[in-house]
């Protein structure tokens, strides 16, 4: 899909290489967001393993992938993913996104999230989708809120982040076509 001159496509093992450079770029901007990684969790070979275990996850109806990159640039500058989908009757999966942090404040997590949320709501036919954020994480409070997401709880302890069990807020946007 290319829009607005940036391409959104669902990741595939080719993206290893991009995937891994975007990661290694950008750790420090996403680590106090992040649980701890591993030494090589980022290496392009980890990157292939866990390409091809998103590809069986896609064809299982379980989870999407998906990233954002400028036309003519292969360079990754975002991702989007709506993981943990369950069917009947519940409808709902959540959604994780992040952005390179040279691109921060220019709408491209907007346009990204946005593109995910029609897929899942048009295509997968999902009725409800849930994404977190820690209170601290204000971009992405404010993200969540342009899209239309709602607040519906607060969590203590929920994620283990960094190291450290974080609270997080709770939020959903619901599907009204569904």
């Avoid at 290319?2 to 996403?30: A, F, G, P, V």
């Avoid at 030494?39 to 292939?48: E, K, L, N, P, S």
């Avoid at 220019?106 to 346009?111: I, L, P, Q, V, Y």
């Avoid at 036919?125 to 709602?150: D, E, Q, T, V, Y």
């Amino acid at each position: 899909m290319t829009k607005n001159r940036y391409q959104i496509e669902l990741s595939s093992i080719d993206d290893s290489e991009r995937y891994s450079r975007y990661y290694q770029k950008n750790q420090s901007h996403l680590s106090p967001w992040e649980q701890k990684r591993p030494g090589g969790y980022h290496d392009v070979a980890a990157w292939r393993e866990r390409l091809m275990e998103y590809e069986a996850l896609r064809e299982d109806d379980r989870a999407y992938h998906f990233n954002l990159k400028t036309d003519g640039d292969d360079a990754i500058l975002g991702v989007c993913s709506i993981s943990g989908i369950i069917r009947s009757p519940f409808e709902a999966c959540y959604m994780s996104y992040s952005v390179s942090f040279d691109c921060e404040g220019k709408g491209m997590a907007h346009h990204l999230c946005s593109y995910v949320i029609d897929f899942a709501f048009d295509r997968l036919k999902l009725h409800r989708i849930m994404a977190n954020h820690m209170p601290a994480n204000k971009r992405s409070k404010r993200l969540l809120h342009r899209l239309g997401f709602k607040q519906e709880g607060f969590a203590k302890d929920y994620l283990k982040i960094n190291g450290v069990w974080e609270d997080h807020v709770l939020t959903s946007l619901i599907n009204n076509n569904f």
